[in-house]
């Protein structure tokens, strides 16, 4: 084990709605709760975006801004994350699209695999929604009750709209466990 100074630049997020007190105190509605909703909601989409490719300039570095290797974990650099490829050179692999998905799974380490998610765009969850195993079965199981979260391989699927699209060079699938 190698120990280290990791430098974590911070960043402040703030509101300043424009409402005066006479309109919280006064209307229909309840204002105070309405601003709170918009303002927490555009708070999370700047977080998600900072999250998946912030630039580090004005708002947290992105992981798909990170230097990737398809070298293992004691292999590569601290900082440098892992990649694997698809099989095709802008997409999936014509046969066995789904064996690419079943390496990243088995590639990240035990410790980290149990709460991992799989992070990817509504456009690329269309395409993987459709792939099949070697018995026919799909690999995508959607969420049984109202509100539950698909899950993809057993492992729960966020769809995150700033994840790239499948194309050439890109990262439009990531697994890992973006609580630790």
Do not use: C
Request: net charge neutral; hydrophobic share 40%; no cysteine.
């Amino acid at each position: 084990p190698r120990i280290g100074l990791l430098n974590v630049p911070l960043r402040e997020t703030y509101a300043n709605p424009k409402v005066t007190q006479k309109l919280l105190d006064t209307a229909y509605i309840d204002v105070g709760a309405w601003l709170d909703g918009k303002i927490n909601d555009t708070f999370a989409r700047q977080d998600a975006a900072s999250f998946v490719s912030g630039n580090s300039a004005a708002r947290p570095r992105g992981f798909l801004t990170a230097s990737t290797s398809e070298a293992g974990d004691f292999d590569r650099p601290f900082g440098t994350l892992q990649t694997v490829k698809t099989g095709g050179a802008s997409g999936f692999a014509a046969s066995h699209p789904a064996d690419s998905l079943r390496q990243l799974m088995w590639s990240l380490r035990a410790p980290y695999r149990r709460d991992a998610v799989w992070l990817m765009n509504s456009n690329t969850a269309s395409l993987i929604d459709r792939f099949k195993d070697g018995n026919g079965e799909y690999i995508w199981r959607s969420g049984q009750t109202a509100g539950a979260p698909a899950s993809l391989l057993g492992f729960e699927v966020s769809i995150e709209e700033g994840m790239p699209d499948i194309a050439a060079d890109a990262t439009p699938v990531a697994f890992g466990n973006w609580k630790l």
